[in-house]
Each structure stands twice: as C-alpha cells, then as structure tokens.
C-alpha cells in the first residue's frame, strides 16, 4: 500500500496510558453516589467511548440515579483527571520523537479523541507536544462519536488528505477509522506504538 500523507492518532491508549487515570477519576467521582466502577465494566462500557454515551449506558443499568444525576459528576471527573495527567509527563519519549520525526517528514498529524479537548490538549501542551498537531477532533466536534465515522472523516476533511494511516486502540475506534476509509495500525502497548508506526511507514529510528 502506498505510504499515506497523514497519521491520525487516538489518544487514550495510544499515545498515552491514560485509561487506568480515566478509570480512578470516574470511580472516585461516582463513589460519592454509591457506585463502584468494575475494571472489567469500566474496559467493557466506557473505553474508546465517549464520556456522556458511556454514563448514558450506566444509567440504563440502574434504577437509583437518573443520568442527570450521573452526568453531573462529569466536571468533577475532569478536574480529577487532569490533576493526575498534568502532574507528570506521560506521553512516552518514542512516542514524542515519532512525533517530532513525521512532522519533519511532512506527513500530516491529528489527535482525534472521544475524550474532550479540554483533557487532551492540556496534556499534549504539558508534554511541549501539542505545536506538533495540525488538526484535533473530540468529542464536542461531532454529532456522530465513535465507532461512527464522522469524527475520522472530519479529520481527513480538515487535514485536507485523501487517505490516512490511523493508529487506534479501541473495538470503537478501530470500526470508525476503517469506515472512514484508512487503514488502521491497532495498538496494545503503547510503548510499542512508535515502534509500530515506523515499521508501517517504513521510517528508522533517528
């Protein structure tokens, strides 16, 4: 396959471990209320899904709280969230060099992410990343969230490519990324992404 002009990366799970961060935020924002989020409810309903879908879907599970109950501990989750992404870098030293290395290529780069745009590009800032980005689609940008293709195709229109390489961690991401089209690299490690992308693109490590 001809090597594609732009690489669109998922977030969580790809370029940085962030979901066992996501999970501790949910858990102790929902606590107060009485819920306990399983690891295996959390991996199962709420990752590569966007944030108000995945409360929707616990809210049908329930009959003690309404979803505007639930939904309401969203702020709380964020502020949670960000506190412990933001105390550290977290996105891997490969990772940022790949970065680095496509934009000096030319190749074009975008973050497209069910998570709000609020908790990626903080991180991505804090990392000394986010100049290296020309596009980021979230979830506030569509109507239609993953596993739909709208937020892969929004990217493509925005990036202005024709095709794209994506690299994607999630059952959701993955479907939305192939129905827009683009191949997909599916991650599941990410200290290994770099390494995955380069060996598709056919790059050396610098």
């Known amino acids: 396959m001809n090597k594609p002009q732009a690489v669109l990366f998922d977030f969580d799970g790809v370029l940085v471990d962030s979901e066992p961060i996501h999970h501790e935020a949910w858990s102790e924002a929902l606590a107060p209320l009485g819920i306990r989020l399983s690891t295996e409810f959390y991996l199962e309903r709420f990752v590569g899904i966007e944030d108000r879908g995945a409360i929707e879907f616990l809210a049908s599970t329930q009959t003690v709280h309404s979803f505007e109950e639930l939904w309401a501990t969203f702020p709380r989750k964020q502020e949670i969230f960000l506190q412990r992404m933001l ?13 680095e290395q ?105």
């Open 87 to 99: 105390a550290e870098p977290l996105v891997p030293e490969s990772s940022a060099k790949l970065l």
């Open 102 to 206: 496509l934009k000096a290529e030319g190749f074009g780069i975008a973050v497209v992410s069910s998570s709000s745009g609020c908790e990626v590009w903080p991180v991505l800032e804090r990392n000394g990343l986010r100049h290296l980005f020309d596009v980021g689609i979230f979830a506030e940008d569509v109507k239609q969230k993953k596993p739909h293709p709208e937020p892969y195709q929004k990217a493509l229109e925005a990036i202005r490519v024709p095709r794209a390489l994506v690299v994607e961690d999630s059952k959701a991401g993955i479907a939305a990324a192939k129905a827009a089209g683009c191949e997909v690299i599916e991650v599941t490690d990410v200290a290994q992404m770099a390494t995955q992308v380069r060996q598709r693109l056919g790059l050396t490590t610098p």
